[in-house]
């Protein structure tokens, strides 16, 4: 079954700090992983997409990291900022249909104090 | 900015009353998906169009259906609301290509009361 698995659930930080989310997926055959930003009531935005044979993407403060053969992928945020409490959803596609199907973790919700 | 829109943001309605959510898109995408969201859970797919006059069912079965007449427009239409149907709705479209991004619009918030 193809699933996405993300990790912490939630976390809370403060202004300035690092942090690292994690995500674990099962979706066969592999086309891309994404990472998504959801601020409360609003639609995902892309943060940055990730084929086969790319490990590492970076987007501003935000690093994403992927391991193909162990089936995870990492989002790094570097010198957090308030701006940045939202919902952080994992996202893979698969290559078996045209679609191109996306399948969503729940997402892990990023509370950043002051 | 993604140059897609969904409106109205947030609606709230009577059980049995017909609504139509709108979604519309100006950077000429093929593909186009309806999905639903519940707080603090996934995004689940309930339906995505290839192009025009091409409609299909996602995985999340849902007693709400949709049309693509137009290229950018992808309607979702409920023809008697439930207190069941209460969610988020999400639009989103992207190119016909497999490692392209996919934009989402806003959302609507939909409460039936």
Not at chain 1, 10 to 33: A, D, H, M, R, W
Not at chain 1, 88 to 103: A, E, K, M, N, Q
Request: charged content about 20%; aromatic content about 10%; hydrophobic content about 30%.
């Amino acid at each position: 079954k193809n699933q996405v698995e993300q990790s912490p659930q939630s976390l809370i930080i403060l202004e300035g700090k690092n942090c690292t989310l994690q995500c674990n997926y099962t979706v066969s055959p592999f086309s891309n992983l994404r990472w998504y930003k959801q601020d409360t009531g609003r639609g995902p935005v892309s943060l940055t997409i990730m084929t086969f044979s790319e490990n590492t993407k970076s987007n501003g403060r935000y690093t994403a990291t992927l391991d193909a053969d162990t089936k995870q992928s990492s989002l790094h945020i570097t010198a957090s900022q308030l701006s940045d409490s939202a919902s952080y959803i994992c996202v893979v596609s698969d290559r078996g249909s045209t679609l191109g199907r996306l399948y969503f973790g729940r997402g892990t919700q990023l509370t950043v104090w002051p | 900015e993604a140059d897609i829109y969904q409106t109205p943001r947030y609606l709230v309605i009577g059980t049995g009353k017909k609504i139509t959510l709108e979604c519309s898109q100006t950077m000429g995408h093929d593909k186009m998906y309806w999905y639903q969201q519940d707080p603090g859970m996934e995004l689940h797919l309930i339906h995505y169009s290839y192009g025009v006059n091409s409609t299909e069912k996602g995985d999340l079965s849902s007693e709400s259906t949709v049309s693509r007449i137009r290229t950018e427009h992808f309607p979702l239409t409920l023809e008697s609301a439930r207190p069941s149907h209460t969610s988020q709705y999400l639009c989103a479209s992207s190119r016909n290509s497999l490692n392209t991004e996919a934009f989402f619009g806003q959302g609507t918030r939909l409460t039936v009361v």
